[in-house]
């Protein structure tokens, strides 16, 4: 029998609740393993999602998603504000994170939607290195120094622009930047695991997105020629 | 826009809206929502349900003047 996804969405919210009503009861091990899945099924779900399904049902669920995340944020602007900037006190990094993180996801699911891999990878390598150049100018203004260190400004650059013509060369060489800037800011995983997550979903996450999406792009678009 | 699914369901042989969901692959509720121009259906939802009440897409649906 085939449960419908409305009553499958209703069983994750009791499920979420149950978890939740539980956690203090459960043993701690277990309770993480059980939110781990329960939270993630539903992203893989959505991701996998390749069958046309009712339509309707797509745009009652993604507008409810859309309205529940603007929610999500006033609740949090609201707790961020009650707590912390009425009184003067900055916030701590996990409500920065808890802001920031999903406006990127946001951002970049969007951009890859509406104007499609190759675009969205060309832009997202210009922002960063025009970021990185502006970072160097502002640091050791125009000098030798920042001619050195505008390297990287060049090769982020480069890369963008022949990624237009060379999506799978593009697509690997965002991923060698990728790795290169773990490497070169590897002091990161020195910091508050909060901070942690919001540094790397700002850098190399959208670099690491625009390699993949340019790699898939190349696959896809010749599978299309042969 | 506009639509007369529900004057072609019944020179269809009196087909009700649970069995043109079942055939279109949706649910009952978003045919009501059609029929009622709730819900504007995708091209493809709109070539499915014109292939199983027999008739050509323009039959079915019709923008109105405002639209």
Sequence with gaps: ?????????????ILISMLLFMANVIP???????????????VLLELRRKKIIDERQVQISHFSSHITFYVFLLLLFFVINREYISKNINPPPQFYMLVIVPFVVKMLISLYKNYGPVPTAQWTGYFFS????????????????????SIPFLIIFSVSLLS??????????????????????RGWWRFDIYVRL??????????LASSFALVFYHFKEG???E | MKNKIKHHRFIKGEITQQELAEKA???RQTIIAI????????VRLALKISKILETEVENLFFLEEND
Excluded at chain 1, 1 to 13: D, F, H, Q, T
Excluded at chain 1, 170 to 185: E, K, N, R
Excluded at chain 1, 198 to 207: A, N, R, T
């Design chain 1, 130 to 149: 025009f970021f990185w150049l502006l970072f160097v100018v502002l640091s050791h203004g125009l000098s030798i120094a920042s001619l050195i260190e």
């Design chain 1, 223 to 225: 599978k299309k020629d």
């Design chain 2, 35 to 42: 029929e009622k121009g709730a819900f504007n259906p995708s």
């Design chain 1, 164 to 185: 237009k013509k060379f999506p799978l060369a593009g697509g690997v060489l965002f991923f060698i930047i990728t790795v290169f800037i773990l490497v070169l800011f």
């Design chain 1, 28 to 42: 701690y091990p277990l309770f993480v393993l059980s939110a781990s899945v329960i939270l993630i099924s539903p």
């Design chain 1, 198 to 207: 919001l540094m790397y979903s700002l850098i190399p996450l959208p670099l």
């Design chain 2, 25 to 27: 692959g949706v649910t």
């Design chain 1, 1 to 13: 029998m085939k449960i419908p996804e409305s009553v499958l969405r209703n069983i994750w919210i």
